[in-house]
Nanobody
Framework: QLQLVESGGGLVQPGGSLRLSCAVS????????IGWFREAPGKEREGVSC????????NYVHSVKGRFTISRDNAQNTVYLEMNNLKPEDTAIYYC?????????????????WGQGTQVTVSS
């Protein structure tokens, strides 16, 4: 059974940093593309970043380029999202998602397994 569990969210001041983790179980991460998404109150779920199964390809939504970095450790079955210079508009519930294919996407329907999310709040 596929399971994804996000952690690392919290309250941080503007300009601060957080590192989110997505721990997967029930499958080997080696063959799965992973995406990070976020959903703010009253807004649709948005693709933030994704990483291919090999880790050789990454993609970011324009608003986080240069501030967020996605990485994966297949041996630990974990994917990370390092978030720096956080802004109030980054406040949202962050979800990771997985699909068994080499490539990745920032589109929600690309993925068939989702975690429960972790709250990130950026506020002074």
């Amino acid at each position: 059974q596929l399971q994804l569990v996000e952690s690392g969210g919290g309250l941080v001041q503007p300009g601060g940093s957080l590192r989110l983790s997505c721990a997967v179980s029930g499958f080997s991460l080696d063959y799965y593309a992973i995406g990070w998404f976020r959903e703010a109150p009253g807004k649709e779920r948005e693709g933030v970043s994704c990483i291919s199964s090999s880790g050789g390809y990454t993609n970011y939504v324009h608003s986080v380029k240069g501030r967020f970095t996605i990485s994966r450790d297949n041996a630990q079955n974990t994917v990370y999202l390092e978030m720096n210079n956080l802004k109030p508009e980054d406040t949202a519930i962050y979800y990771c998602a997985a699909d068994e294919r080499p490539s990745c996407s920032l589109v929600t329907y690309f993925y068939n397994a989702w975690g429960q999310g972790t709250q990130v709040t950026v506020s002074s």
